[in-house]
């Protein structure tokens, strides 16, 4: 139910950006609605990645691969924006997120199969928002 929830969250705040950028396209530049539809259009991947590692982390006895692909997956999209945005929020979140992410692969790698991936949700979430204007 929560992934439903959060999927909906992430469906609002792409219907929002897409009806901000479209009022206010007179008002600023293609270059900046561009950046926040990216923005928000990559968030929205990280947090189906975020759904699919809590997904994997519970189920990591069945195929622990999945933790380890859903991780690279945040990793790369977090890398899409931070490559396209000079905002300083945004650029913390994904920091925050990034540095999330690394530490569920050090608990991977020290043995805990399970490891608390409450940060990675938490960052995931406060990216969403820097992203939504």
């Known amino acids: 139910m929560a992934a439903s929830r959060r999927r909906g969250h992430c469906i609002t705040a792409i219907a929002a950006v897409t009806a901000a950028a479209a009022l206010t396209l007179g008002l600023t530049g293609c270059d900046a609605v561009d950046k926040a539809l990216d923005c928000v259009q990559t968030a929205d991947s990280i947090a189906d990645s975020v759904t699919d590692l809590q997904q994997a982390v519970e189920n990591a006895a069945d195929d622990p691969t999945r933790t380890d692909a859903s991780l690279d997956s945040i990793q790369s999209n977090l890398g899409k924006i931070g490559d396209k945005t000079d905002d300083a929020d945004v650029n913390k979140a994904v920091d925050d997120l990034d ?35």
Request: aromatic share 0%; glycine share 6%; hydrophobic share 30%.
């Open 99 to 133: 540095k999330a992410v690394d530490n569920v692969r050090t608990a991977l790698k020290n043995g805990d199969s399970t490891p608390d991936v409450t940060p990675v949700t938490d960052a995931a979430g406060e990216l969403t928002k820097v992203c939504t204007p």
